[in-house]
């Protein structure tokens, strides 16, 4: 089993960054593909970000790319999601999840996060 935890959230203006992270417990991450999905209030869980086990390979949703970054160490066991150029629709809670392999789709991914808050005030 991996268990994993995310940091780093809170209130931030339009135009400002923040970096969530996720750290895992219980299991090395070696292996597992990384992803970040968000939810925002009333609507459906959304991919953000995915990331490759060894880090090279990585891919975005089109609303975020170009300000978002993933990123992983796995010595650390944690990954992290670089956010810049915040905007208020980024405004949700945000998921780390573990899976087998890179996807968009949360049905792919085997461990959740228990999510965390991102406010973007205009």
């Known amino acids: 089993q991996v268990q994993l935890v995310e940091s780093g959230g809170g209130l931030v203006q339009a135009g400002g960054s923040l970096t969530l992270s996720c750290a895992a417990s219980?299991?090395?991450?070696?292996?597992?593909?990384l992803g970040w999905f968000r939810q925002a209030p009333g609507e459906e869980r959304e991919f953000v970000a995915t990331?490759?086990?060894?880090?090279?390979?990585?891919y975005y949703a089109d609303s975020v790319k170009g300000r978002f970054t993933i990123s992983r160490d796995n010595a650390k066991n944690t990954q992290y999601l670089r956010m810049n150029s915040l905007k208020p629709e980024d405004t949700a809670v945000y998921y780390c999840?573990?899976?087998?392999?890179?996807?968009?789709?949360?049905?792919?991914?085997?461990?959740w996060g228990r999510g965390i808050q991102v406010t973007v005030s205009s």
């Open positions: 219980g299991r090395t991450l070696r292996g597992y593909a």
């Open positions: 999840a573990a899976g087998g392999s890179m996807s968009t789709m949360g049905s792919s991914y085997d461990y």
């Open positions: 990331i490759h086990w060894i880090g090279a390979n990585t």
